[in-house]
C-alpha cells in the first residue's frame, strides 16, 4: 500500500497569516497519463470532507485562491496565503493512483 | 449538480450486517465511480471500495473478506455490505463519487454507525 505522510499534524495560524501542510508519498503518483493523483481535502468541524485541489495544483470549483497546491512525484505542498477563520478543520492529503486509496494522517488547523 | 442521499440502520450488534444505501441525483450516474469512505471517531478516513455504473468492484484489502458493493442502475442508488461487524466498525461511513483526475466529489452527508452489545 501507499503510504501518506502529512506534516505538521497540527498547525496554528494567526489570521491572515500563510499556511504550509506537507505531505509524502511512499510511492510516485505520476500516472502514464501525466496526471499525477494527488487530492487535498478540507474537513469542517462536523461536515464530511471537502474537495480542494486535484491533480495537486487544480483548485476545484468555488475554492477560494488563497489555497494553492504544488508539488511532484512524492512530495506535495498545500499552502493557504492569508488564513481566514473559516480555514479552520483538517487538511488532508490523498491518492488515487493505485488500490486501496489512501489519505494522509490529516493536519488540524486551528486559528 | 450531483447530491447523494444516504441511509440505513445506524445500531448493530456485534457479528450483524452493516447495511446502507446511498441515493444519487442529478448529473450522470455512469460518470462517476461510487465509493464508500468511514471514519472512526477521532481518527482519519479510511476508504472501504468502489462499485462503477457495470458493477465492477475494488476493495480495500483489510476489509475485502467481509464488504460488498452493489449498484442498482435503475434506481441510481449504491449500497455497502460489510459482515460480522465488531466495535472496530463503528465509524460516519460516507457515500462518495470519484471521478478520475477530480477526486472525491460529491460527498454524502454521512451516517453514523455504532456496534455495541
Known amino acids: 500500500d501507499i503510504v501518506m505522510t502529512q506534516t505538521p499534524l497540527s498547525l496554528s495560524v494567526a489570521p491572515g497569516q500563510p499556511a504550509s501542510i506537507s505531505c509524502k508519498s511512499s510511492?510516485?503518483?505520476?500516472?502514464?497519463?501525466?496526471?499525477?493523483?494527488l487530492y487535498w481535502y478540507l474537513q469542517k468541524p462536523g461536515q464530511p470532507p471537502q474537495l480542494l485541489i486535484y491533480?495537486?495544483?487544480n483548485r476545484f470549483s468555488g475554492v477560494p485562491d488563497r489555497f494553492s497546491g504544488s508539488g511532484s512525484g512524492t512530495d506535495f505542498t498545500l499552502k493557504i496565503s492569508l488564513v481566514e477563520a473559516e480555514d479552520v478543520g483538517v487538511y488532508y492529503c490523498?491518492?488515487?493512483?493505485?488500490?486501496?486509496?489512501?489519505f494522509g494522517q490529516g493536519t488540524k488547523l486551528d486559528i | 449538480q450531483v447530491q447523494l442521499q444516504q441511509w440505513g440502520a445506524g445500531l448493530l450488534k456485534p457479528s450483524e450486517t452493516l447495511s446502507l444505501t446511498c441515493a444519487v441525483y442529478g448529473g450522470s450516474f455512469n460518470t462517476y465511480y461510487w465509493s464508500w469512505i468511514r471514519q472512526s471517531p477521532g481518527k482519519g478516513l479510511e476508504w472501504i471500495g468502489e462499485i462503477n455504473h457495470s458493477g465492477g468492484t475494488n476493495y480495500t484489502p483489510s476489509l475485502k473478506s467481509r464488504v460488498s458493493i452493489s449498484v442498482d442502475t435503475s434506481k441510481n442508488q449504491f449500497s455497502l455490505r460489510l459482515t460480522s461487524v465488531t466495535a472496530a466498525d463503528t465509524a460516519v461511513y460516507y457515500c462518495?463519487?470519484?471521478?478520475w483526475g477530480f477526486g472525491f466529489d460529491p460527498w454524502g452527508q454521512g451516517a453514523l454507525v455504532i456496534v455495541s452489545s
Open positions: 510511492q510516485s503518483l505520476l500516472h502514464s497519463d501525466g496526471k499525477t493523483c
Open positions: 491533480d495537486v495544483s
Open positions: 462518495v463519487g470519484f471521478r
Open positions: 490523498m491518492q488515487s493512483i493505485q488500490f486501496p486509496y489512501n
